[in-house]
Structure formats: structure tokens, C-alpha cells
């Protein structure tokens, strides 16, 4: 026994030797979730597909790898495109010599015609929504694509970038598979699918007739392993050479210690926000929810965070969204204030508000730590904690008068906008999203700015908006959690890494292990 | 012999369908809606609607309910409502890993526990005895995701023998450097229950007069511990490794979790954490088939352990 284990350890060290000589050509990345979802870019809706998708497909356009804003975009499939004066009419010239993985053939405009086509139907995409204002799009010659819309849409190039309902997949392979396109999605990136092990990985390959060069590294595994722990041990044992962080400022400091290793807070923040429904009592009355704002100490809760991770809100809408008031007049810090305020309203003795709220590690940590702010200015908040899939189910039944919400969107003002304070997105309405407040002051100004075609008008409309909200107290914003993540430093990303829309890093052709 | 298992067959089925109907009710009673949590936060309340009435949550209950208890007695439990991949290919992908995992352990379990607990009865309160139930309470109070990150870091990380992913296949060494952590860390679990178990079962048949008569002719000791006093006392630890097979296999959700090997346990986990209603049930079928089959393999061990058990 002795001997077949000194056995096996003398073949583990040969192995381990022989490939710390040889250039590393494999990527593994270790993700947080327990298997993989749907891997169809069009119906994947969860960071740790979004984020292995990405490796394999294109848009027409892209944001800049390692950029999360869409002041980055640059042509992807398309090589370059011209609109209309009203942004109606949009024309793409797509690019030659690009081949789709798996020898499906060169990928032409009726590709991209089929892809959006597919992305804006219900029964075939989870982005439907997205491309609500297309009225025909149309494959002009191989290498020409036309789209029409009903109206004009503030940042449209971000619909057909390569995130969402804008990934490009190749027609004959999604005609082929129909709804198995999911179990070998075929695109037209660096990467493309190889294999599935249920609750272990999938294996992607270099495409070697990538458009923009063959990738050096060979291959890519994504595993999937649930445990934070585990993900970290594996880390440092040399399984994984990068990882989804666990999200808090302790795994940042005890990460950043080990050797040969970088540890990066990277954009977009996801924005903590408390929603507060307006017609519900007491918050129908605006000096509570005044108080409740000037209860909640913004810098104190970074500190608890942790500064390198997270940093204050600025708006109801992120920072660096394009649109976005980075100086909207937020509520400052006064405990006395809210205690006359609440006095005032008539509440003296204090007041009760209630909150049903997921038991997501992360965020409850936050509503705790507000919980204990609140009670200095005499606000008991009552927290009812349920599961993560139940609180999704009840805030959308309007159950809940205040909703702790996180979340990043694309960066457009508009988007968070839309989804959190127009009307039309009230929840139990057919058309709701993620209105919580039940507020309907800013729709004139959401909507204008949604067509408005001046730049500057449109910025305009956007920061009344935004105003109003915050003086109305609709939404209170909290802070924002950038996304964290680390890998080996022997790994060369190929390009600075500030952030990505899809909350993992970009892996390009150009990523590859330094000798 | 044929008429009891025609009977514990009986009963299996309609065990089986109480099963079925409870899960049924159960997995829609919890709140929560797979469609929402299918199209994520941003998906508006018309696609969610529309993704309702495409996976049938929209028809009545009862109609609901017909398709699914006659598609299972079919064999056919539908596809994931959240991956579109079909039940029991899901789970055939991952029941050999719990299979194995679970086996091993309890072998392991079996293999250190018996003699343990033979060895702390026959020593009754002296040192062995002590040793024995204390190391076994030890054993039943740890967490296993706790002795699991410890075996991690002492053997993966301090002594690096062992990979952290215990998932890995291809060669046989490879197998061996994945199982080996996992299964002793429910092994050990799984020994301090069949320790305890034992040494109580056999403290009691010790004290049987037949014991002492036999001593008193002369039988030497090691033979009447074996011979006569084990062998009566194997009926209880039979009856509760067979429960704790199926308590086992619940069990190693964790297990599976940390050493980041695929499992039964997290399909369970993950699908009521997505509200996966066909791919529980699908699980709850497989699960309780296990239990039942289980049961009925521990009474026919009785049979075999103890001929004065006829299965009738």
C-alpha cells in the first residue's frame, strides 16, 4: 500500500514538473454556481453562463475587452455602420472571412439577420423585450445588414452588442439544433463548446480560424464549484488559475496574501438600494421616508464593506451609467433630522416599517447593518427573512413595503430607469419589472429622454428625473459592490481590466500565460 | 419468499404514489415561480406570463397533476423546467457518482465501526471503551462540511496528496486521489454512528445467559464474542445501516459540496433552489425507489443473519 501511494505521489510530481516547464496553454476557471444553466446566449440569464458565453460568441459590435461602458464601443462583426438622422435606420457592414466554430461556415449578414430575428422572438429568447422597437431587419447583400425600428432607442449599438439578445449565433447551426442549441452553442468567437460533465465543467477550444487570430491558449475549463471555500483551496492548491471572489472585503485581504496572485474589484458596482412603496403606510408619508433617508449613513456602510470593494452611491441610477446625476441631492446623514421629521409626521415614539428580504449572505449583512442605523433615529425596521427564490416571488407580488434590491444593468441610464421607476414596470401590472415604489413622477421625463435624440437634451431630461426620485424619496441608493475576482499572475488578460458588463473577465485570443 | 416480496412490493408502489402526490403539492406550495427565476431579474411580467403558459403552470392543477403521475408511471419525468436537459438523464449523470461515494463510505464505515464497537463493549468502561465513545460522539457532533474543509487543508493544501476537486476520472489513480478524501470523511461519520450502535446491541447480548454458558464450558473468549455474541447482535446494526444507508445519501449533499464532486445531494439542492418542479420530482421518485429498495434488501439481511426470521 505504501509503495502504490509513493508510486502514485512520484507520478503526481513528474506531472506537476513536466508542466510547470512547458508553456501553459489551459485556462481553468473556477465559477460559483453548482452546474451550468441554459447555454443559449439568447435565453442564458445568470452571471456564470453570460459570463462562459461571452467566450463564445460576438456582437455586431463590442464593448472594448476590459471596459464596461458603452464610451467603448468598437465593431465586432460589423467592421463599421451608419444610422439615419432619427436613429431610426441603421445599417451594419459586416465583415468578411469570419467562420463560424464547428466548420458551420462563413458567418454573413443573413446570420446576423437570423440571430436578431431569433432574439427578438418570445418563444426563442429571454431578451424579447429588448428589441421591442424593430420593425425588419434584413440580410441587403452578404455582407450588408438593415435594421428598421418603429422608434428611435437611446443606446441602441448596446442591444447589438455582444452581451444578451446581441450575441450573433450562426444560422445553420441554431436551425439544425433548434432548442438543443443550448447543449453545443455555436458562435463565432476565440472559444468554442467542446464538452459537458453535468456539476464539473465545460470545455471549450481555441477556434483557430477566430477572426481576430488563432487564441493562444488551447483550451478553457469552466468549473463549477459552488463552495467559496472550496473555490479558494482549489485556487491555492494551483487547480484554478482564476476565481469568482466570494463578495466581501475579507476574502479581498486574505486572497491578496497569497503569492503570485492578483486580486482585482472590477466594474460594473452592483447598486444596493432600498425601494420604498409610496402608497403603503407609513411610508405614503413623505417626511417617514425622508427620515428613513436621513437615517441611512452611506459612508459608515462602506467602511463596513469594505472601501478597496465598494463605494457610495451617488443616484438612483449607478455611477458611470451614461446618463447617470453623480451629484443628484441625495439625502446627507442627520439622525436629528429624521427624529423630527418622524415627530413631525407624528410618529414621536419611533415608527414600525417592514421589509421581506432574502437570506443572500451578502445583502443581509447590509440590511442588518441599516437595521441597526434606523434604530438610532427610533425606525424599527422588521426584517422577514426567506429564501432567495421566495423574496424574487414576493417583492413581485408587492408583498414587500421596502425591497432591498442589488443590481447592475447596462450602463444607460434609461435601463435602470425603466426597469425600477416607470410606471409601466409596477409590479402586478402585465408589463411590470422591478418597480417597487409604485411611482409614476418621473415617467414624462424617463419617457421623453427615451426617444430625445439631442445628447444634451436627453442628459437633461435623465438628471430631472433622477431628481425628482431622490427629493420624492422613491428609491433610497446605498452603496455599490464592485465584482470581485482573482488569478494567477503569470496570466496575461491581453488587455486592462477595468470592468465588464457581464460581471466576468473577457478571455480573448490574446490571453495567454507568460513563461 | 415470493409472496413477501409480492406483498413489500405491494407496498412500495403505493408508498411510491404518497410520495408523488406529496411532492407534487409540496414543490407548487412553496412560493416561488420557476419562470422567474428561469428569465432572471430583469424579465418583464408578460415574458414571465408567456413562459408560464409554455411550461404548462398555467393548466389547471389537476390536469397537472394527471400528466405527471402518468408520464411517471411511464418512466417518463418530463424535462428541467430551468436547463430544458430531461430528468433522468440529469440524474443518471450524476446517481454513479452518489452511488460510489456512499458505498465506500459506508464500507469504510462498516469496516472501522463494527470492530470498534465490539471492542468498547467487551472493554466496558475501561480505557477502550472510553476512547471508542468519545471518539464516536466526536464524530456524530462534527459537521461533515467542517471535517471536510479540515481534510482539505491538511491533506490537499499543508501535505498536497490529494487534489482539492475530488472529481476526477480517466485512471485508476486518479479515481483513487478523488474518492479517498470524500469517502473518509462520511466513512468517519458514518463509523461513529455504526460504533455506537454496535457497542450497545452487543453490551446487551453479552449479558445473555447463553454467553455466560458458553464461557462457562469453556469456549475461549474470542470465540463466543464472535460465534455467538456478534451474530445476535448484528440484527439491530443490520436494521440501522440500512436506514442510515438512505439517510447517507441525503446526507452527502455537503460532502459533495465542498470536495466539488457531482452528486444526487446537489441536483436536490440546486433544483429546489430554482423551483425546479419537474426535475424534484423526478428526484423524489429516484429517491424514494432507493429507500424502498434498501428496506427491502435490510429484511431480506435479516433472513440471511438470523435463521429464525422466515420471510413470509
Redesign the interface.
Given at each position: 500500500m505504501k509503495r502504490k501511494l509513493s508510486l502514485?505521489?512520484a507520478?503526481?510530481a513528474c506531472f506537476i514538473a513536466g508542466s510547470a516547464f512547458a508553456q501553459k496553454k489551459t485556462l481553468v476557471i473556477g465559477m460559483g454556481s453548482?452546474?451550468?444553466?441554459?447555454l443559449d446566449p439568447h435565453l442564458a440569464?445568470?452571471t456564470p453562463d453570460k459570463g462562459l458565453l461571452n467566450y463564445i460568441f460576438n456582437g455586431l459590435v463590442r464593448i472594448k475587452p476590459g471596459q464596461a461602458s458603452p464610451d467603448f464601443i468598437e465593431p465586432d462583426l460589423a467592421e463599421s455602420w451608419t444610422s439615419n438622422k432619427d436613429g431610426t435606420e441603421w445599417t451594419f457592414k459586416i465583415r468578411a472571412g469570419v467562420e463560424c466554430h464547428h466548420g458551420y461556415g462563413p458567418f454573413t449578414a443573413a446570420d446576423a439577420a437570423y440571430s436578431i430575428t431569433r432574439a427578438s422572438n418570445?418563444?426563442t429568447s429571454?431578451y424579447?423585450?429588448d428589441f421591442r422597437a424593430v420593425d425588419k431587419v434584413e440580410a441587403v447583400d452578404a455582407t450588408t445588414l438593415k435594421i428598421t425600428l418603429k422608434n428611435p432607442v437611446a443606446g441602441f449599438l448596446g442591444y447589438v452588442s455582444n452581451i444578451n439578445g446581441g450575441n450573433m449565433v450562426c444560422k445553420k447551426a441554431a436551425e439544425e439544433m433548434g432548442?438543443g442549441f443550448?447543449?453545443k452553442p455555436v458562435g463565432t468567437g476565440p472559444f468554442e463548446f467542446a464538452e459537458y460533465?453535468?456539476?464539473?465543467f465545460v470545455k471549450l477550444k481555441a477556434h483557430k480560424k477566430y477572426f481576430r487570430g488563432a487564441p493562444q491558449l488551447e483550451e478553457i475549463t469552466y468549473?463549477y464549484?459552488?463552495?467559496d471555500?472550496?473555490r479558494d483551496?482549489?485556487f491555492?492548491?494551483g487547480?484554478?488559475d482564476m476565481i469568482y471572489g466570494k463578495q466581501d472585503q475579507t476574502w479581498v485581504d486574505r486572497t491578496s496574501k497569497l503569492p503570485g496572485v492578483v486580486v482585482k474589484a472590477m466594474e460594473p458596482g452592483e447598486m444596493s438600494a432600498l425601494y420604498l412603496n409610496v402608497t403603503s403606510k407609513p411610508l405614503d408619508d413623505i417626511r417617514v421616508r425622508q427620515a428613513i433617508a436621513h437615517a441611512i449613513d452611506r459612508k459608515a456602510i462602506v467602511v463596513f464593506k469594505g472601501a478597496g470593494t465598494s463605494r457610495e452611491a451617488v443616484s438612483v441610477v449607478p455611477s458611470g451609467y451614461l446618463g447617470t446625476d453623480e451629484k443628484a441631492p441625495l439625502y446627507p446623514y442627520d439622525v436629528a433630522k429624521a427624529k423630527a421629521l418622524l415627530a413631525e409626521a407624528g410618529y414621536k415614539d419611533g415608527v414600525t416599517v417592514k421589509t421581506i428580504h432574502t437570506t443572500l449572505t451578502g445583502m443581509q449583512t447590509l440590511i442588518e447593518a441599516v437595521q441597526a442605523q434606523l434604530k438610532k433615529a427610533g425606525i424599527n425596521l422588521e426584517i422577514e427573512l426567506?429564501?432567495?427564490?421566495?423574496f424574487?416571488?414576493?417583492i413581485?407580488k408587492g408583498l414587500s413595503p421596502i425591497v432591498h434590491y442589488q443590481?447592475a444593468?447596462f450602463p444607460v441610464a434609461d435601463v435602470y430607469l425603466t426597469?425600477f421607476y416607470d410606471s409601466n414596470?409596477i409590479?402586478?401590472?402585465?408589463?411590470?419589472?422591478?418597480n417597487f415604489t409604485f411611482c409614476d413622477i418621473a415617467d414624462s421625463e424617463i419617457r421623453a429622454a427615451r426617444v430625445e435624440q439631442d445628447a444634451a437634451k436627453q442628459k437633461m431630461l435623465w438628471k430631472t428625473a433622477q431628481e425628482k426620485l431622490v427629493k420624492n424619496v422613491c428609491g433610497i441608493p446605498i452603496y455599490e459592490q464592485l465584482q470581485l475576482w482573482a488569478w494567477k499572475a503569470n496570466l496575461d488578460l491581453g488587455y486592462d481590466l477595468v470592468g465588464s458588463l457581464n460581471l466576468s473577465p473577457p478571455i480573448t485570443e490574446k490571453t495567454r500565460f507568460k513563461n | 419468499m415470493t409472496a413477501f416480496l409480492i406483498r413489500r412490493l405491494g407496498f412500495a408502489v403505493v408508498t411510491l404514489f404518497a410520495v408523488l402526490t406529496l411532492v407534487f403539492v409540496l414543490v407548487r406550495i412553496v412560493p416561488g415561480d420557476p419562470a422567474q427565476v428561469i428569465l432572471g431579474d430583469q424579465a418583464s411580467q408578460e415574458a414571465i406570463m408567456a413562459l408560464r403558459e409554455k411550461l404548462g403552470l398555467n393548466r389547471p392543477i389537476h390536469a397537472q397533476y394527471l400528466t405527471f403521475i402518468s408520464g411517471a408511471l411511464v418512466g417518463d419525468w418530463g424535462t428541467s423546467m430551468v436547463t430544458g436537459r430531461p430528468v433522468i438523464q440529469e440524474v443518471l449523470n450524476v446517481l454513479p457518482w452518489t452511488i460510489e461515494l456512499t458505498l465506500i463510505s459506508l464500507v469504510i464505515g462498516i469496516v472501522i465501526g463494527v470492530p470498534l464497537g465490539i471492542a468498547a463493549a467487551v472493554k466496558r468502561n475501561r480505557f477502550t471503551d472510553y476512547a471508542a465513545r468519545i471518539a464516536s460522539l466526536l464524530g456524530l457532533s462534527f459537521p461533515p462540511f467542517v471535517s471536510a474543509l479540515l481534510l482539505l487543508l491538511g491533506f490537499a493544501i499543508l501535505l498536497p496528496w490529494f487534489p482539492v476537486i475530488s472529481a476526477r476520472s480517466g485512471s485508476a489513480t486518479a479515481w483513487f486521489q478523488s474518492i479517498t478524501l470524500p469517502a473518509i470523511n462520511l466513512g468517519l461519520i458514518t463509523a461513529a454512528y455504526i460504533t455506537r450502535v454496535t457497542r450497545s446491541a452487543m453490551l446487551e447480548v453479552l449479558q445473555e445467559d447463553y454467553v455466560r454458558t458458553a464461557r462457562a464450558k469453556g469456549v475461549p473468549i474470542n470465540a463466543v464474542i464472535i460465534r455467538h455474541a456478534l451474530r445476535n447482535a448484528l440484527i439491530p446494526v443490520i436494521t440501522i445501516v440500512g436506514l442510515y444507508l438512505g439517510i447517507l445519501i441525503g446526507n452527502s449533499v455537503l460532502t459533495e459540496i465542498v470536495f466539488s464532486r457531482p452528486g444526487l445531494g446537489k441536483l436536490i439542492v440546486g433544483a429546489l433552489n430554482q423551483r425546479d418542479y419537474t426535475m424534484l420530482q423526478g428526484m423524489m421518485v429516484i429517491y424514494t425507489l432507493v429507500v424502498v429498495v434498501v428496506n427491502l434488501a435490510t429484511d431480506i439481511a435479516y433472513g440471511v443473519a438470523d435463521p429464525r426470521v422466515k420471510l413470509k
Open positions: 502514485g505521489l507520478v503526481a453548482a452546474d451550468a444553466g441554459k440569464s445568470t418570445k418563444a429571454n424579447s423585450g432548442d443550448g447543449k460533465q453535468p456539476q464539473q468549473r464549484i459552488p463552495a471555500s472550496s483551496l482549489a491555492q492548491s487547480e484554478l426567506v429564501e432567495h427564490a421566495t424574487h416571488a414576493q413581485r443590481a444593468r426597469q414596470s409590479v402586478g401590472k402585465p408589463t411590470a419589472i422591478t | -
